[in-house]
């Protein structure tokens, strides 16, 4: 019975003693710019493209939305564009010019929050974004309409890190 006393002591105490596993699953972490926002609530990219195509010039709808970059104005930083898959982008820029973005974040996560809406953007601002954007004076001069967009004023704005 002291044998058998002792082995369970033993049992027992290399048991407590082993080392416990435990899984903590990591946020992502995102550098802020803009206001300060909080990552939830953000509906998809598929959920906002939905919601662009019940809109018409002049509707304005307030949401918060997670995403890609897909590209970013390589002189400031001062706008991006927002994958929302399909082939469809948001053109996004940031309330009252008052914050800019890393111009090297393409391709990264990112959250935004703010107005959506729909816009015709003229030649002469087309050409200008193709510019900030560096495309080649061939891809510039082949501008010649205005375009109906998916925009995009953000007033905070998380991108992953």
């Not at 596993?21 to 509906?43: D, L, Q, R």
């Not at 919601?51 to 939305?65: F, P, Q, R, W």
């Not at 003229?122 to 925009?151: F, M, R």
Request: a positive charge.
């Amino acid at each position: 019975m002291k044998k058998l006393l002792l082995i369970l002591s033993i049992l027992l105490l290399a048991i407590s003693c082993t080392k416990k596993e435990t899984k903590i699953e990591s946020k992502p972490t995102y550098a802020s710019f803009g206001e300060k926002i909080t990552e939830e609530s953000a509906v998809s990219k598929e959920v906002l493209l939905e919601k662009y195509k019940t809109l018409k010039i002049g509707d304005t709808l307030a949401i918060k939305v997670t995403s890609k970059i897909n590209e970013i104005c390589q002189n400031k930083g001062c706008w991006m564009t927002l994958d929302l898959g399909n082939n469809e982008t948001a053109f996004v820029k940031f309330k009252e010019y008052g914050f800019f973005v890393p111009m090297n974040a393409q391709k990264r996560n990112t959250i935004i929050e703010g107005k959506a809406f729909i816009e015709e953007t003229s030649v002469a601002e087309l050409k200008h974004y193709a510019e900030d954007e560096g495309k080649s004076e061939k891809e510039i001069a082949e501008i010649t309409a205005p375009k109906t967009e998916y925009k995009f004023l953000a007033h905070g704005v998380l991108i992953s890190k």
